[in-house]
């Protein structure tokens, strides 16, 4: 069963960037879809970014032009990159894969707070 691991989570002031990162111990290649959801206290989890197996990638429409979704199939790990942030990005971030049978599998999540 294929493990994901986030990091690159942390404290930044409004405006500021992180990269996340997602390592997962098995080849990401086999995979239907590889994304990026996160969930603020008091509110339902919600995707942020996605890669569909074939290319297509999708954003919610808070980060659109700010996040960046990308993979290094090399290193079996799938990076977001977050620029401007704002405090309403508050919430921990998990990475999520599909795997070829259907099956989701979550990484264990990282807080990415966003405050002066």
């Known amino acids: 069963q294929v493990q994901l691991v986030e990091s690159g989570g942390g404290l930044v002031q409004p405006g500021g960037s992180l990269r996340l990162s997602c390592a997962a111990s098995?080849?990401?290649?086999?995979?239907?879809?590889m994304g990026w959801y996160r969930q603020a206290p008091g509110k339902q989890r919600e995707s942020v970014a996605a890669?569909?197996?074939?290319?297509?990638?999708n954003y919610a429409e808070s980060v659109k032009g700010r996040f960046t979704i990308s993979s290094d199939n090399a290193k079996n790990t799938v990076y977001l990159q977050m620029n401007n942030l704002k405090p309403e990005d508050t919430a921990v971030y998990s990475c999520?894969?599909?795997?070829?049978?259907?099956?989701?599998?979550w990484g264990q999540g990282t807080q990415v707070t966003v405050s002066s």
């Open positions: 890669i569909i197996r074939g290319g297509s990638t």
């Open positions: 999520m894969i599909v795997t070829m049978n259907d099956q989701l599998v």
């Open positions: 098995g080849s990401i290649l086999s995979t239907h879809v």
